[in-house]
């Protein structure tokens, strides 16, 4: 059955193909090109790399002839508030997840607390996948995994200093892992 659609040849390739599968040039007139889809993305791709180092230089060279041009106070304050506001999202379903207070002292005040990883591993996932808002997208991609859990700033900074031991990890009902391991930092020797 052959289909109704009308077809064209790629310069390109030289394969018919329905014209749909090339873009379009012109949206006003709808005039369309004359290689398809694949061959315009192979082509174009070619082209920005080819090109990089020089449009690299160029867009320098713009910023520093005027560097104000573009990030403008209002500019650059408008796009820190879009920042927050999203940071502050991802961190709201993250802290939904995890719990809404401390899993050790119980602090609820939304404002202390912090994403904490309970095998103390949060160094080198920070070398990898930073924190903040980097961290909360990573969480939400893997569907937030087990090995995190919401502590209070006091706690989790208590645990960093102790050695991955909450120095409330002596209340009753506190769920922070007490591991056995050395303290992140150890102790340098003092010369007389």
Known sequence: MKNDQPERKCWRCASMKPLTEFPIYDRISGVRRHECKTCNQKRMAGYYRASHAKRLERARARYAANPLAYWTPERRARANELAKARTTV?????????????????????????????????????????????????????????????LCMNCNFGKARNGGVCPHSSIEGSTTRAKARTAKRPEVPRTP
């Open 90 to 150: 991802l961190r709201e379903q993250v802290l939904s997840v995890y719990g809404r207070k401390c899993a050790c002292c119980g602090e609820a005040e939304p404002k202390f607390l912090t994403i904490d990883h309970v095998d103390n591993n949060g160094a080198e996932m920070r070398k990898e996948h930073r924190q903040g808002a980097c961290m909360y997208r990573w969480l939400i991609k893997r569907g937030y995994p087990k090995g995190f859990q919401t």
